[in-house]
């Protein structure tokens, strides 16, 4: 059976192919091939420069030359890597003769052959790539992604930020807010954990079998190799690889950046769960309709239904991203002494972890952009539910020293219907200053939303 949308055994290359196709050339076994030539060419050319007699710099055209295998890598360059690996059954390896094949008619490569990867351990090409990978899948596009949900729930916390929303504390009636306000808090917390997504620093190694320069130093002893490294990780590419070095390690990177990393977008991702449910509920309130879309069906037997599918499919992929993410986190700071494989298995599903968060973002995006404010449903429940006044009229009660206020309004109105004349009634009643008594009459469940929409429209 040959591969494809309908015979992926991931949806994510599958169903949802099209969605992920911006991370599909960061995050997949070709882009990891990518960054495995762009790391053994920088290394490579940076040698060249480093003084040493038997490694001469290299002319501009081979260096122009050599860049270009990075620049212009392909899939054919990716599939030609694999047919080798099909030999040396070695992943990096076969990089390493991709990289020398490609020297003949050069002279001057021809002589530095033996240069391709010299002093490396696997993992120092790994690590590095990884940590590109995900350099770039970040700020080209996970980011980028969550912006634009942010911006979206920005837009809506502006527009509607006076609209005012009874709340639902435990699932009842509660003291008003504004659409507005609620989706700004939600702005708010994710911009943090955006934050803390965009803060993490990318780390790279590259120091040899077991972190101690041994082999570098087998060969020039009086050189510092660990300054040469940490130029060729923290150079600007691409003279170097633009990432932060990290000085110390066993033959693998610790990981624990990428723990910081996945854990960071976790949190993110538990954020929009928040957001998902609630959005459900409020459609389900009716606070929320959808727009409707030609030829779409809700349900097989249900012909009036429009579901909020959207949030679904968002609640369902954050889940997914989150059970591995955690995974990655806790899984990959681990490694027995110096080394064991565990993590490069583990590694290959970065691009599923993320992939996940993305198309939940995109499902997001997709139902918020469905969205339309049922004004009638949020007044009348607003006018249904006079109770929730209980609270500003105990609180200015208590501020005149009238005794009893809160018993005495939770004799009225705890689990009773309470209406507009029944609470004016009480209100008349009361031993508090008439400018105190006239605010109150002028209180609406519409009206008590505090700094509510200033709040939102701030944010």
């Known amino acids: ?74 899939e054919a360059d990716a599939q030609a890597i694999k047919d080798i690996e099909k030999t040396t059954n070695h992943d990096v390896k076969a990089v390493e003769y991709w990289i020398k094949s490609k020297f003949d008619g050069r002279a001057a490569l021809q002589r530095a052959t033996e ?24 700020a080209q596009v996970l980011l980028p992604v969550l912006g634009g949900v942010v911006d979206k729930l ?25 659409v507005g306000k609620e989706l700004a808090n ?20 590259m120091n040899g079998a077991v972190g101690n320069y041994n082999a570098h130093l ?18 600007a590419e691409p003279e170097g690889l633009g990432l932060t070095f990290q000085p110390y390690s066993i033959q693998i990177e610790p990981h624990d950046y990428m723990a910081e990393l996945f854990d960071a977008v976790a949190r993110a991702n538990t954020i929009l769960i928040d957001l998902s449910r609630d959005i459900w509920g409020y459609v389900s309130l009716g606070y929320f309709k959808q727009k409707l879309k030609a030829g779409e069906i809700g349900s097989s037997t249900m012909p009036h239904k429009v579901n909020p599918i959207d949030f ?54 997709t139902g918020l952009n469905k969205l339309e404010l049922n004004q009638a449903q949020l007044d009348a429940d607003l006018d249904a539910s006079w109770e929730v006044l209980a609270e500003p009229i105990q609180t200015v009660m208590r ?43 002028a209180l609406t469940p519409a009206s008590y939303i505090g700094r509510a929409a200033e709040l939102a429209r701030r944010v």
């Open 1 to 74: 059976m040959s591969l494809s949308a309908l015979t992926a055994l991931s949806p994510l290359d599958g169903r949802y192919a099209a969605k992920l196709a911006p991370l599909r050339p960061l995050l997949s076994e070709y882009g990891y091939m990518h960054r495995r030539v762009q790391v053994e060419v920088t290394w490579f050319i940076a040698l060249s420069y480093a003084g040493f007699a038997e490694f001469p710099p290299l002319p501009e055209a081979d260096r122009a030359f050599l860049r270009g295998l990075v620049e212009q890598f392909g």
């Open 115 to 138: 240069f391709v990867h010299f002093a490396c351990t696997s993992e120092d090409i790994n690590n590095t790539s990884h940590a590109l990978q995900l350099r770039d899948a970040r």
């Open 399 to 441: 501020r005149h020293g009238v005794p009893g206020a809160y018993e005495k309004l939770k004799e009225v109105t705890r689990g009773q219907a309470v209406t507009r004349e029944a609470l004016h009634a009480l209100i008349q009643s009361l031993e508090i200053p008439e400018a105190d008594r006239q605010r109150l009459l």
């Open 154 to 178: 920005r837009a809506m916390a502006q527009q509607f930020a006076g609209v005012a929303m009874l709340s639902r504390t435990h699932g009842q009636t509660a003291s008003p807010t504004t």
């Open 186 to 205: 939600v702005v708010a917390r994710l911009e943090r954990a955006r934050g803390a997504i965009a803060g993490v620093q990318i780390l790279a190694k």
């Open 312 to 365: 679904e499919n968002a609640e369902g992929n954050l889940g997914l991203a989150n059970a591995l993410l955690r995974h990655l986190a806790e899984k990959l700071p681990i490694s027995r002494w110096q080394r064991d494989l565990t993590d490069s298995t583990v590694l290959r599903n970065i691009g599923v972890a993320l992939g996940y968060s993305v198309l939940a973002c995109s499902s997001l995006m």
């Open 218 to 235: 087998a060969a020039w002893p009086d050189f510092d190799w660990e300054a040469f490294a940490r130029h060729v990780v923290e150079s």
